[in-house]
């Protein structure tokens, strides 16, 4: 076995736990290697029995001399051995945990750590046989690593994978790092981070264990990212883009626009223009906040590709915004003469009898679009081009360098451009993405309505639901009554988090007695394509008055006539997540709102939610969400998008600094560091890489 070998491959005890593996990201027993502790426990005192204080934490180690369960009248069920030193004895503590007594046995030697209650009983944490000469611990009489856990398996589990790891692996660790960085920068070894990461001798030498790999993070992070730009750069464009040929008809398409750009969408159609007439493909990456206009400079970029004879793709993460892109697109296109279609799931092509053996389209289907829109669907095998020129993106961080990789590889080094409605901060952007040159839409449409937000606690509930049945029912010109999203968290009940609103139980209390006199309908992430779709139409289509739904309504979905947006739990989510949220109302001509509940009397806490009653600038709550909370939460709660970081944080600017300068210098000469070009290789496939 090697540090490479699969997790399935490694033995039975990690094919058992192989699931459970896999839900932490860890499919390679290097990638458990870089599984990093969350804290540590420190149970390095190593006590005599009769010196030990009620209220210390310690690890008392000796001969096991009794070991009993006993039963509690109140029905619970504790463990007890006692333990005997040289200086006396002591009861050590278990509840409701049978299968301790299973392995320790009277007469053997063991390492307690644990809570001292009095001079007679410690309430055990950690626990192991040890050998009475030597005494070497795994989990006690040091310092623990505690690390992220889950369902089925325990740090205990991972610490002693991990130690075993480390004794025979010491080999395959070698030092990728030129030594002129090592010095320069004052970082420890590799070998040595890993090890004092995992089982430390302080917490100091923790902390500069962490340094080193976040080092090592953010640099191969970065440097991988200047490296796939150099090598987008030398590819050329087989097919020229000719932008003055077709200035004329681009000028009339403008004017024929029901609305006037922004500048901010001017400036970066001008920027796409020059990347399209540029004889280096297109690699860039439009960020705009929700409702700012990106599909219609994917629209134009579209419309060029046309002009100049090319076909487009456009690939997005669900279906409801791959339908939501084919509705606008073929409103400002199929005028013009371009053929739009959309493939997912659940919406392929007809068939017809002239087919294409090697393909679910048939021949027609394949020479009749100009513009394909779809998901995933689009990277099948099955879907050919005849001359992909354009390939659009949507939402960026869902897709991997893979899937986006198959879909240029269907045209000959298209032009790319990927777009975001997630407000991702300009340092995030720049260290995962530094592949990609950045358009930035910073001003919304004219006449888009300013949300208004408030903060509303549990004894505002009330009253709110009254205003909401009074807004249902006023109508408007057209007969129309407001319609009202409320978001909860999480789709059913959980054991462990009571107090956070499910949407399922949240609706069938709304329908049957808070709003019984209108229609209120469910939609969540569990649910099938087809049955989101008619619930979605429904209240499109003004036969839904309340949607209760989970976040999966954070993008792409466009009801002019939802003016109201109630989040239940708002604490648990992200201030990003929270403003995507908030953007699938005004979107209309009227005034719109949205209340934020909240259980959470912290004031740090209501000081952050607060912030969205004053700030509606995507980017800058981002930037206000990465100080505060750190950059887990920049993707929102129904955005599983990953940071691309398990170390290193987002939020440290001098070190982000400092291993792009590293990197932009050492990427000159980069073939004479054989060790490191290795490295950046296998950190480029595994998890710990962004993409």
Not at 327 to 344: A, D, F, M, R
């Amino acid at each position: 076995m090697s540090l490479k070998t699969p997790i399935s491959q490694a033995g039975l005890t990690y094919k058992l736990h192989k699931k459970q593996l896999e839900k932490l990201d860890i499919k390679t027993l290097e990638e458990l290697l870089y599984h990093i502790p969350l804290r540590y426990e420190d149970y390095s005192i190593i006590s005599k029995i009769n010196i030990i204080q009620p209220g210390e934490t310690v690890t008392i180690q000796g001969k096991i001399i009794n070991a009993k369960n006993q039963y509690t009248r109140k029905g619970f069920n504790i463990q007890k051995i006692t333990v005997e030193d040289e200086t006396g004895k002591i009861d050590c503590i278990w509840f409701n945990q049978p299968f301790v007594l299973k392995s320790l046995k009277e007469n053997s030697f063991v390492s307690i750590a644990g809570r001292v209650e009095n001079p007679k009983t410690i309430t055990v944490k950690e626990y192991e046989e040890t050998n009475p000469i030597e005494k070497q611990t795994t989990h006690t009489a040091k310092i623990i690593p505690i690390y992220p856990e889950t369902k089925g398996l325990t740090s205990k589990w991972i610490r002693n994978r991990i130690a075993q790891l480390l004794q025979t692996s010491q080999q395959e660790i070698s030092e990728h790092l030129p030594k002129s960085i090592i010095n320069k920068h004052n970082l420890t070894n590799l070998q040595n981070a890993i090890h004092e990461i995992h089982f430390p001798q302080n917490l100091q030498s923790a902390q500069k264990a962490k340094e080193r790999l976040a080092f090592d993070e953010l640099f191969l992070t970065q440097l991988g990212a200047l490296q796939r730009k150099k090598e987008w750069e030398k590819q050329k464009v087989t097919y020229g883009f000719n932008i003055a040929k077709h200035r004329d008809k681009i000028n009339k398409f403008w004017k024929q626009l029901p609305f006037e750009l922004t500048n901010a969408q001017k400036r970066a159609v001008q920027e796409i223009f020059l990347d399209l007439n540029s004889k280096i493909p297109m690699n860039r990456l439009l960020e705009g906040d929700v409702g700012s206009g990106k599909t219609v400079v994917a629209a134009i970029a579209i419309y060029i590709a046309y002009l100049n004879g090319f076909q487009s793709a456009l690939m997005a993460p669900t279906e409801i915004l791959a339908q939501q892109h084919h509705n606008t697109i073929s409103s400002l296109l199929n005028p013009l003469g371009v053929k739009v279609k959309l493939i997912t799931g659940s919406k392929k092509p007809k068939k017809t009898k002239t087919k294409d053996p090697n393909s679910e389209f048939t021949i027609q289907d394949q020479d009749d679009f100009d513009i394909l829109i779809g998901t995933h669907a689009l990277i099948s095998n099955n879907v050919n081009f005849k001359k992909l020129g354009l390939v659009v993106i949507d939402e960026q961080q869902r897709f991997g360098v893979e899937q986006r990789t198959i879909l240029r590889n269907k045209g000959i080094n298209p032009h790319f451009l990927t777009m975001t409605a997630t407000p991702i901060p300009r340092t995030i952007i720049l260290t995962i993405y530094g592949d990609l040159e950045l358009s930035y839409l910073d001003e919304m449409p004219k006449g888009r309505k300013t949300v208004k937000t408030w903060l509303a606690p549990p004894n505002k509930r009330q009253s709110a639901y009254e205003w909401i049945r009074k807004k249902v029912n006023e109508k408007d010109e057209r007969g129309k009554g407001n319609q009202v999203f409320i978001i909860c968290p999480l789709i059913e009940e959980s054991e462990n988090i009571k107090s956070v609103k499910a949407a399922v139980r949240e609706y069938e209390k709304l329908k049957n007695f808070v709003f019984k006199e209108f229609n209120v309908d469910l939609l969540h992430g569990k649910m099938k394509s087809k049955e989101k779709d008619e619930i979605l139409n429904k209240f499109r289509d003004g036969k839904t008055d309340i949607l209760v739904a989970t976040p999966v309504v954070e993008v792409g979905i466009d009801i002019p006539n939802a003016t109201i947006m109630l989040i239940e739990t708002s604490e648990r989510f992200g201030l990003s997540a929270l403003h995507q949220l908030r953007g699938r109302v005004g979107r209309g001509q009227k005034e719109s709102y949205c209340f934020l509940f909240t259980e959470s009397d912290n004031p740090k806490t209501l000081e952050r939610l607060r912030s969205l009653e004053k700030i509606y600038f995507g980017p800058e709550l981002a930037e206000l969400d990465l100080k505060l909370r750190g950059p887990g939460d920049i993707y929102g709660t129904a955005q599983h998008g990953k940071t691309g970081l398990k170390i290193a944080s987002f939020s440290n600017l001098s070190l982000i600094q400092k291993t792009k300068t590293e990197a932009e210098k050492i990427l000159q000469n980069i073939n004479s560091h054989p060790k490191l070009l290795k490295k950046l290789e296998s950190f480029k496939t595994s998890n710990i890489s962004p993409d």
